[in-house]
Each structure stands twice: as structure tokens, then as C-alpha cells.
């Protein structure tokens, strides 16, 4: 590859090997030329070009010699026929450096600028390449200097001032006498505490401007000068470095980086507690430098009037006030030549019109001063720019700071496992807030963690200390809140004790319709920092939502009418949405699962308050909902809380209860049998089956006779799972309802395959990918083709099976559905089993535990696994084998169903034999294969099995 290099000194490799022999400086010049403009070029052009002013004849004869000998130094460089020239091939840095700018590369495109476009290059008696030399030359300089002008002012944003002053330099180097180069680099030097070298290079400036042009500096850089050299001369105030930062990195660089870029006004907000002084104070001292005239720290928290607050900044900038004149006018004549940053800290108590007033004169006055102010609430004023500060964003910063609060009482604490996830559980409690962390952590000397994390819980007053090191208002988390509640008027504490019904936060509707809430009653709490905003969603603090809870317990009254109406919206908006829950649409669950928290608290109000109608109209979507979801734990609980809750109430209506509680009955059943819980399922779908045909209810008859005939499949009785699960066919015709249709016919076919009743099983599964197509759902038409394609792999219609199952996998939807993609990835694992495909078997097994891995353990994926094991026994990795064996044997011995105990059989069977104990293999191979319960697909795989092993 030829390399040309024309910033700086001409160079010319092939593969980084220098290439020499040019006969003079015009073949380089012509070479040049023709790689730079890459066009096509005559010979006459190019004769006029390097050759101007001789004879034709002779101008024609030197481009000939010159194209001979660049045709032998770089053959492939160069395309030339008898009428035209051309470049081929060859790279130059100038290409590089353009395509580095283009792609936003500006660092290693300044890497590539190692001087002036051909630099120290001159070809004489060639004034047309000259002049073009020249143009080029131009071009690229201003470019290099534009592009580390950009870098410098890029760098000094970050406050990375070494390499702000590396690219400062380089510009002095392109251009020494322009002066705004040389202040910056003046400004530079004194930012990082260098006085002596800012105030050298104005020496150094004076001079060059002297020497070369007669002039002297500019009035702007004679003023800086100035103030550096009085900033060198000013007593340097000893700055103490604040405790350590732990987990603020992020916030603190954001903080930087905003007041760099120019904005005048920052506010950082927080409720109390949350460090908003802490990240002040360290923002303070990091850059004690960057402005000429200093950064000052102005602490405001027992400050309450206009006087107060400019009294407090006289004083702490070491200004006197005095004399004729107004306090603010003669601040402002203080600040109104110098650069300087003001923390004001604590501004809360202040924030009102007189303040906002008093803060824009502030700045309308000092053009160069900065302000940052920390407060609970915002300042609400024009140019203001606001950062939410939230607790600690990593838990393992939370434990870092409770852990380095702990040692200063106990030097050597080293916490055990119990009490790591003790500290874990007490910064979840306290959201990672920095005080409620420190305040938690004093409780060291007469409690242990797992105590604490107990106490926490149960009350705020657990937060609190008498520990001199933290300032009396913070002493206790609830003299933090207290204050930030004594700021509210009426209506916004009625607001924020309202909130704390809903737990994780609310949207704006639940607001609306559950607390009275407005957009404009929202905004006052998110100006004080009492709400945040979370995506389409407003949330309490946890601790602060403590707080507002026992507020709002001191009046119970309304406490027990708004967790009524918290119970009626919630169980309406699970009744609303149950079409689109059924058909699994994403944005409905992505908005059941962000309220999931409230909806589990509405459930058990309703519950536990005989709030009949609620829970009749919501368990449907609920159980939906957590089976689309595969929140199997959640759902056998919340369903067993129920079953309980129902059974205590005995006087309740028959027409209310015993429908509902049969409909609950089913719901807690199906949860079981998704746990594989089969023998508990069976029990309570018997149960509900009773209920419901003693007052014939058709709809809950319909949902007890299928879970009753789920169970039996599992039990092995596939005749008579087929039997009920006909009948529950028939139910929901009479219901009319085509999705309950296709979901019974989706467990029928499952029984009819297993019974060995293929034709009958294909019909089922094609029935119901005609109605789950009908009815619009997705998952439902994605698990019939996935069946069907199975049904005909069995039948021997191999292409029809991979036809099908490459249709499922292609659907963009799968991937929401891990317990379907498992199920797929099982399927064509055994067919690449079935056919001695074993690496590929392995890959699909790999695929299927990756997305059923994170699930809860389900049938499915004790299949998974079972395949898994079946492959490595085929390999011969039998360590693999029996590990997953031993691994699966409670599952398929306790789960009641003999399916399950007998699939694992036949993986027992075939390591016996491995292993060398080929009649105990044999045997329990033969009684699986003689055993009706283990399933037609047990019975097939061992016919397949035996004749590879024997």
C-alpha cells in the first residue's frame, strides 16, 4: 500500500518502507499533484504546470522523463496513457485527515497534523504548482487551526486543562501572533495554579508582538495580565479538602460540565438529606482555580432576608460594606470586573420573587459571575438551569458510604454474609440517600445491621443520632422532612400525604382520579423536590413516601377513603385492559407491570375489606396477566392470599361468593400447574369443579374442567385428561368465547399427543391456529404452528416440521415469550437428537436454556435440561449427564406427576447403561415402554434409544 505523507515534510512508503529515486523536486510536485486532485489530467495540462515558460517541446519531453521515472518507482501509484495522467492507489495523510474531521475523529485527525502542507517543499520555475501549492497550503492551516481551536475549547470545557493547554500550544505554533491564543494560554496556566507561567506568557507575547509587529498587547490581554498578577499576589485562602465523595462521580461531572459551558445560573435540587452540600462543597474545591477571581462557598441556612444574604456574601468574598450607598450597589461594583464562582448553599428558606429579583440583579451587574445553589427547591427564574440530585445510583456506592460511616465508630468492622445483606436490605429501605445511610450506620454501637434493617422499616425515628460530626437540623431524617413539610401550604401537604397511597409512583391519571391531583398541583411538589418525574410517571422518595404515609394515618378517615378509591381504580383499570391483556399486547402489559405494585396492593384492600365486586372483576386479568408475564411465584401467592381471604368470609352472598371463589379456585389452581405442583392443582381444580356445578356457572364449570384435565395429562391418565378436557370444549362453545376455545383446544391437542393420537392432535392444533388467529393473538397462533410443526415431524414430514418451527423462530414477536421460545428451541433440539445431529442439538439446547434460565423452573424447562442430558450422554460427557440427572431427580420424583418421573426414567436408563450396568438400564427402559402414564413421546424416544445402546 503506498502511503503519501504531505503534512510536514514530503514522504513518500509501501508498506511503511521509505520509496527514494526521484530524479528532481517536480516528478515529487507532479506526483503530488496528481494524488491530491485524484481527477484525470492531459499530458498538456500537466507539461503547463511544472514546466511553464520553456518550449512545448521541451516541457513535453521533461513530463516523459518525469512519468518514466515515477512508472519505476511506483508502478501501481500511477494510471498513463499517451493523452491523459492519472493517480491510482495511493493514500495520502491529507485524505486521512479529512475523513478523521468528517467522522468526528478531531484527536487522531490532530495526530496526522505534523506540519505546513509541504512543508520546506519548492520546485523552481513552476509559479502555476507554486500558487496552487500555496492555496493548499492556506487551506490546510486553517483548517489545523480550526480544528485545534475547537479541541482546546473542548478540553477546557472538561476541565482536562493539560490537554487544553497541549492544543493552545499547537495553535501558537500556526499562528504566534495571534493574541486570543496566548490569553488562553495565559488563563490556562493560572487555572491550575501556575501564576508564574501565565504572567511569562504575556512577557513572552509582549515581546513577540514588539519584535515582529511594533505593537503592544491588546487592552483585553493587558487586563488579564493584570488580574493574574493580582490573583498571584492575593492571600490564597487555604481550602480544606472535604470528606470523601463516595458514589457522586457521575453528578459531579455532570455539575462541571454545566457550569463550563457557560451557563450563569445551576441549581442542584434534592430533598433534605440527599448530599446536595457534600457534591457543593467537593465541586468547590476541585475547581477552587478555574475562575481568576476564585470559587466561594456561602453557606445560607440560617439566612431569611435580602440583607442577610448579601451581608453573607460580602463577608465571605472579604469585601467591606460600608459607607454611602446600598449594600447591593456596592457588591455589585465589587463583582462587576470579576470572574468568580458563588455556592450559595442552602437557599430554600429564600426562594421566592424579592429573591429571584435579587439574584438576576446579581447577575446582570457581573457578566462573569457564575452561580451554583443548592435547595429543596427551585428558583424558577429565566436562565435557570436545575439538576435533580436522587439518591446513590449503585447500591455497591451506597454500602461503600454505610460502611465507611460505620468504621469511624468500629475501625474494624468487617461485615459477614448475613449482616452484607443486612446493609443491602438497609439501602434499598432508605432509596441510597447519603444522610438517612449515615444516620443509619450511627446506630452501630447498640444495634447490629440486621437490626437495623428491621427498625428501619417499622419507623423513621430509627434514623437519628446525637453524633457532634453532623449538623443538629440533620440529626434525624424526620426533623429533614419536617422541615421541608413546614414549607408546604395546606393544599400541598393534602397533595403529598394523598401520594403516599401508591406505591413505585403513579401516573398522572391515577393522580387525577384517585387524590384530585392537577398538572398544577403536581408542579409545585416536583419545584420543591418532593415528586420527580420518571418517565410517564411521578414518584415519591420511598423514605419521603414513609413520611407522607404516617401524615396521612394521622387522618384515617381519609386514609380509608382513598385506599377505597385506590382499590376501585386499579381493579377498573385491570377490568378495562382485559381484551389487550389477553392478546398479549405490549404497551397494555408494559402499563400493568409499572402499576403492578399498586395493583397488588388494590388486590389485597379489596381483598381483606369484602371489596367483592373489585376482586370479581380483576382476578381475570390479573392471572392472565402474570401467566403472560411468567410471574409464577407472584401468582400462586397473590392467588392463595385470596383462596384465604375468601374462605373467612362465610356470610358472604352465595351469588357473589361462590362463583367468584370458584373463579379464584381455578386461577390459584393454574398457577400451581404452572409451578408443577400437579397433585395441590388437582385438588383445588376439584374443589372449584364442585362449586360450580352445584350453582351451574357455566364460565367457571368451563375453567375447573379444564385445570381438572390439565392435571390428569400430568397424572397419566391421558384418556381421561382427553375426556375433561372435551367437556371443557363444549363449555366454551356454550360460552361462545373463541379465545377460551383455542386455548382448550391447545390442551387437547397436547393430550391426544401424548395418548399417540396424531391425527386427532393435528386437527386439534390446526383448529386452534385458526381461531387464535381469529380472535387476533399472537402468542396463541405462534404455539399452534410451533405444534403442528411437531405433529409433523412424528409423521415422518420433515420439511413441513422445519417449515413450520423457521416460521415461529422468524416472528418478531418470540422473543417476548421466553417459556414459547424455550419450548421451540426443545423441539428442535430432539430433532437434531433424533437424527445423530449432536452439535447442533447441543447449540439449540444452549439457546433454549439461555431464555428459560432467567424463568421460573417450570416443566418446560425440566425438558430442556432432560434433552441437554441426553445429548451429552450421547457424546459420552457422562459427568455432564448425571450431573443434570442428579440435578432433575426431586423435581421428577416430587412434582406428582408420573410423566415427569418417567421422562427422567428413561435418562436414568440410558446412563445405567453407559456406565456399564446394561440389565438395570434395560429394564427401566422396557417398564417406561410398557407403562401407558410415560406418554406416547417417552415410549417413541426410548424406541429410538435402543437400538444406539444395545
Avoid at 244 to 261: F, H, T, V, W
Avoid at 267 to 275: D, E, K, R, V
Wanted: hydrophobic residues 45%.
Amino acid at each position: 500500500m503506498l502511503h503519501l505523507n504531505l503534512l510536514g515534510s514530503f514522504s513518500l512508503t509501501r508498506d511503511d518502507t521509505p520509496l527514494t529515486g526521484f530524479i528532481s523536486n517536480k516528478v515529487q510536485a507532479l506526483l503530488v499533484y496528481l494524488a491530491v486532485t485524484q481527477r484525470t489530467h492531459t499530458r498538456d495540462t500537466l507539461a503547463a504546470l511544472l514546466w511553464q515558460g520553456v518550449p512545448e517541446k521541451v516541457a513535453k519531453h521533461s513530463l516523459r522523463q518525469a512519468l518514466s521515472n515515477l512508472r519505476k518507482i511506483v508502478p501501481e501509484g500511477v494510471v498513463i496513457t499517451r493523452q491523459t495522467v492519472s493517480a491510482a492507489a495511493i493514500n495520502t495523510d491529507t485524505s486521512q485527515f479529512d475523513s478523521l474531521i468528517g467522522a468526528g475523529r478531531l484527536a487522531d485527525a490532530a495526530v496526522l497534523y505534523k506540519g505546513e502542507f509541504l512543508e520546506g517543499f519548492f520546485v523552481a520555475d513552476a509559479p502555476r504548482f507554486e500558487t496552487w501549492q500555496v492555496v493548499q497550503r492556506e487551506r490546510r492551516h486553517r483548517q489545523a487551526f480550526e480544528l485545534f481551536y475547537d479541541l482546546q475549547t473542548a478540553a477546557q470545557g472538561s476541565a482536562d486543562l493539560p490537554r487544553a493547554i497541549e492544543y493552545a500550544r499547537r495553535l501558537q505554533t500556526l499562528e504566534p501572533w495571534h493574541e486570543p491564543t496566548h490569553r488562553c494560554l495565559m488563563r490556562l496556566f493560572a487555572q491550575r495554579g501556575d501564576y508564574a507561567s501565565g504572567l511569562a506568557q504575556f512577557a513572552a507575547c509582549r515581546q513577540l508582538l514588539q519584535d515582529e509587529l511594533g505593537v503592544a498587547p491588546e487592552r483585553a490581554t493587558q487586563e488579564l495580565y493584570e488580574r493574574i498578577k493580582a490573583a498571584r499576589q492575593r492571600t490564597v485562602r487555604r481550602w480544606v479538602a472535604p470528606p470523601a465523595l463516595i458514589g457522586r462521580n457521575a453528578e459531579l461531572a455532570q455539575l462541571k460540565q454545566l457550569l463550563l459551558s457557560g451557563t450563569r445560573i445551576v441549581s442542584l435540587t434534592a430533598p433534605g438529606g440527599f448530599g446536595k452540600t457534600h457534591i457543593a462543597q467537593q465541586l468547590a474545591y476541585d475547581m477552587r482555580l478555574h475562575w481568576l477571581e476564585g470559587v466561594y462557598f456561602v453557606p445560607l441556612a440560617a439566612v431569611t432576608d435580602e440583607i442577610g444574604v448579601l451581608t453573607a456574601i460580602a463577608q465571605t468574598v472579604q469585601v467591606e460594606i460600608g459607607g454611602e450607598g446600598e449594600i447591593l450597589a456596592q457588591l455589585q461594583r465589587w463583582l462587576a470586573r470579576r470572574e468568580l464562582l458563588l455556592v450559595l448553599d442552602n437557599c430554600e428558606q429564600l426562594v421566592g420573587d424579592w429573591f429571584a429579583a435579587l439574584i438576576t440583579a446579581l447577575l446582570d451587574g457581573a457578566p462573569q459571575l457564575t452561580l451554583l445553589l443548592t435547595s429543596r427547591e427551585r428558583l424558577q427564574m429565566g436562565g435557570e438551569q436545575v439538576m435533580l440530585l436522587e439518591g446513590l445510583a449503585a447500591e455497591s456506592a451506597a454500602v461503600d458510604l454505610f460502611l465507611t460511616a460505620v468504621r469511624r465508630q468500629q475501625l474494624d468492622f468487617v461485615p459477614d454474609t448475613r449482616a452484607t445483606r443486612a446493609i443491602s436490605t438497609i439501602c434499598r429501605a432508605v432509596g441510597n440517600v447519603p444522610l438517612a445511610l449515615e444516620l443509619a450506620a450511627a446506630q452501630i454501637d447498640l444495634f447490629g445491621v440486621d437490626e437495623i434493617a428491621h427498625a428501619i422499616t417499622a419507623s423513621l425515628d430509627t434514623l437519628a443520632t446525637t453524633q457532634r460530626q453532623i449538623a443538629p437540623r440533620q440529626r434525624s431524617i424526620r426533623a429533614v422532612f419536617d422541615t421541608s413539610w413546614a414549607r408546604l401550604n395546606a393544599d400541598e401537604r393534602e397533595l403529598l400525604a394523598g401520594l403516599s397511597i401508591f406505591v413505585a409512583g403513579c401516573t398522572l391519571a391515577a393522580a387525577q382520579a384517585i387524590v384530585g391531583a392537577t398538572p398544577a398541583r403536581i408542579r409545585s411538589l416536583v419545584n420543591k423536590s418532593l415528586l420527580t418525574r420518571q418517565g410517564k410517571r411521578w414518584v415519591q422518595h420511598p423514605l419521603l413516601q414513609q413520611f407522607s404515609a404516617e401524615k396521612l394515618a394521622q387522618n384515617p378517615t381519609r386514609q380509608q377513603a382513598l385506599q377505597n378509591a385506590h382499590a376501585d381504580y386499579f381493579a377498573h383499570f385491570l377490568n378495562t385492559h382485559f381484551a389487550d391483556i389477553q392478546l398479549l399486547k405490549q404497551p397494555t402489559l408494559q402499563q400493568v407491570a409499572a402499576d403492578l405494585p399498586n395493583i397488588t396492593r388494590a388486590w389485597r384492600h379489596a381483598l381483606t375489606h369484602a371489596q367483592i365486586s373489585n376482586v370479581a372483576i380483576s382476578f381475570r386479568p390479573l392471572s392472565f396477566f402474570y401467566d403472560a408475564t411468567n410471574r409464577i411465584v407472584a401468582w400462586k401467592n397473590q392467588f392463595r392470599f385470596a383462596v384465604e381471604q375468601l374462605d373467612k368470609q362465610p356470610d358472604a352472598p352465595a351469588s357473589q361468593q361462590n362463583p367468584l371463589l370458584a373463579g379464584i379456585l381455578v386461577a390459584y389452581g393454574t398457577a400451581l400447574d404452572r409451578s408443577a405442583e400437579f397433585t395441590l392443582a388437582h385438588t383445588i381444580g376439584t374443589r372449584s369443579l364442585a362449586i360450580a356445578t352445584a350453582y351451574q356457572f357455566t364460565e367457571a364449570m368451563f375453567h375447573a374442567t379444564l385445570l381438572v384435565g390439565r392435571s390428569q395429562h400430568y397424572f397419566g391418565d391421558y384418556a381421561c385428561a382427553i375426556t375433561h378436557i372435551r367437556a371443557a370444549l363444549d363449555l366454551s362453545r356454550q360460552l361462545a368465547d373463541a379465545h377460551a376455545q383455542a386455548r382448550t383446544l391447545q390442551s387437547l391437542g397436547g393430550s391426544l399427543l401424548y395418548h399417540g393420537k396424531i391425527a386427532d392432535a393435528k386437527a386439534a392444533y390446526s383448529e386452534a391456529q385458526r381461531l387464535f388467529i381469529e380472535v387476533g393473538d399472537k402468542r396463541g397462533e405462534m404455539y399452534a404452528t410451533m405444534m403442528l410443526g411437531q405433529v409433523a415431524y412424528v409423521q415422518g414430514e420433515v420439511e413441513h416440521a422445519w417449515r413450520d418451527w423457521h416460521s415461529v423462530l422468524a416472528h418478531e414477536g418470540l422473543q417476548r415469550h421466553k417459556l414459547l421460545a424455550g419450548m421451540l428451541y426443545d423441539w428442535i433440539t430432539a430433532a437434531h437428537f433424533r437424527r445423530g445431529a449432536y452439535r447442533e442439538a447441543l447449540e439449540s439446547a444452549d439457546q433454549a436454556l439461555a431464555v428459560l434460565d432467567t424463568l421460573t423452573f417450570t416443566a418446560v424447562y425440566f425438558n430442556s435440561q432432560i434433552l441437554r442430558a441426553h445429548v451429552y450422554a450421547a457424546t459420552d460427557q457422562l459427568d455432564q449427564a448425571q450431573q443434570i440427572e442428579a440435578q432433575l431427580q426431586p423435581y421428577a420424583h416430587n412434582s406428582g406427576s408420573p410423566l415427569h418421573r418417567h421422562t427422567h426414567d428413561v435418562l436414568r436408563g440410558v446412563l445405567f447403561i453407559k456406565l456399564g450396568d446394561t440389565v438395570r438400564g434395560l429394564a427401566l427402559l422396557k417398564q417406561v415402554q410398557a407403562t401407558p402414564a410415560s406418554g406416547w413421546l417417552n415410549q417413541q424416544m426410548v424406541e429410538h434409544l435402543l437400538p444406539l445402546l444395545v
